[in-house]
């Protein structure tokens, strides 16, 4: 975690079980060099957690919220009724409807209250790592580098042809 500088995408996260999957957002923030924090808050179980971050998320200097949640994930779309950040909702996998049931807990928000929402699990959780870096990159051209040579080698490291 890059923790000399402040912060500018924040992780958030219902459970320390959806910590495995979170991570690949992480992950991507880290090799982008983009400055991050993940705690963890739930909707449900710590919900005076989830008003005190959402509304002081601007103000403390966060741009970007990534949100991850899995069953009944009210985390994201609650996160972003408090916050004017854009916030990326990542739907973790649950063991009886395997992420189904927090994809449309996550995805269909109201009009008016949007949820940038990302695929189920670790490629979701990646490309909302991803997504932030990209809003981040807007005004970080050290970022937007290190973003355009992560595309440059995902390109390059895609064979033409089928190996057997
Ligand atoms: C949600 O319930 C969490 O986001 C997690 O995905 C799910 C299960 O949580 P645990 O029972 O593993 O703590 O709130």
Redesign the pocket.
Known sequence: MNKARSPVVGII??????WPVMREAAKILEDMGVAFEAKIV????TPQRLVEYATTAKDRGLKVIIA??????H?PGMAASMTPLPVLGVP?Q?KALKGLD?LLSIVQMPKGVPVGTLAIGEAGAANAGILAASIIALQDDAVAAKLDAFRTAQTESVKEVPEE
């Open positions: 996260m219902g459970s320390q079980s959806d739930s909707a449900h179980r991850g949640a899995g069953g009944a994930a985390l973790v649950s927090s």
